[in-house]
T-cell receptor
Framework: SQQGEEDPQALSIQEGENATMNCSYK?????LQWYRQNSGRGLVHLIL?????REKHSGRLRVTLDTSKKSSSLLITASRAADTASYFC?????????????FGTGTLLAVQP | NAGVTQTPKFQVLKTGQSMTLQCAQD?????MSWYRQDPGMGLRLIHY???????DQGEVPNGYNVSRSTTEDFPLRLLSAAPSQTSVYFC?????????????FGQGTRLTVV
């Protein structure tokens, strides 16, 4: 079974509104990453948060991590139509016998102009 | 700088045929991996490699083989294609295994098995 599950599966908002996506995972991690995928394209890395960090910002993106609840959220502020895409969280486990980046199921975000 | 290059972009196979999906990266990354993406399932890890000569299984390895003879190349082989392997396949690379920073993805191979 997959490490991460995202909520909601789909989200539709108006331009200028904020979008929040949540990710839950099952095992301990070294870091958690968020990726974006435009329709039919490869994934693009957005932001990484380490297991000892609680919050991180990058431009209009804000990521939080709660390791006690095994959950993360991605907030996109002042959304634009160009933000329409699928967003995935991915958990990284490395060291020893394990070196894996495992993806969640994704959230499809539609930003209406 | 080409990044991660996958070939072919599209492929149709008949059940039972074999083929190799090619992946090459020019960033001197140690870590390479293969994922498949199916509707509603996100990306699932098939196989990965932490360096030349070293490979390991991911979440869904059955029906696929990999090898890593060079740092640059990480081909994925389908031994006997089945309709259940119809999917979009993505190759990715990362700088190192001392700590994942970010993965760089190819544009994908859309495979249909009939």
């Amino acid at each position: 079974s997959q490490q991460g599950e995202e909520d909601p599966q789909a989200l539709s908002i108006q331009e200028g509104e904020n979008a929040t996506m949540n990710c839950s995972y099952k095992t301990s991690i070294n870091n958690l990453q968020w990726y974006r995928q435009n329709s039919g394209r490869g994934l693009v890395h957005l932001i990484l948060i380490r297991s000892n960090e609680r919050e991180k910002h990058s431009g209009r993106l804000r990521v939080t991590l709660d390791t006690s609840k095994k959950s993360s959220s991605l907030l996109i502020t002042a959304s634009r139509a160009a933000d329409t895409a699928s967003y995935f969280c991915a958990t990284a486990n490395y060291g020893g016998a394990t070196n894996k980046l495992i993806f969640g199921t994704g959230t499809l975000l539609a930003v209406q102009p | 700088n080409a990044g991660v290059t996958q070939t072919p972009k599209f492929q149709v196979l008949k059940t039972g045929q074999s083929m190799t999906l090619q992946c090459a990266q020019d960033m001197n990354h140690e870590y390479m991996s293969w994922y498949r993406q199916d509707p509603g399932m996100g990306l699932r890890l098939i196989h990965y490699s932490v360096g030349a000569g070293i490979t390991d299984q991911g979440e869904v390895p059955n029906g696929y083989n990999v090898s890593r003879s060079t740092t640059e190349d990480f081909p994925l082989r389908l031994l006997s294609a089945a309709p259940s392997q119809t999917s979009v396949y993505f190759c990715a690379s990362s700088p190192g295994t001392g700590g994942f920073t970010e993965a760089f993805f190819g544009q994908g191979t859309r495979l249909t098995v009939v």
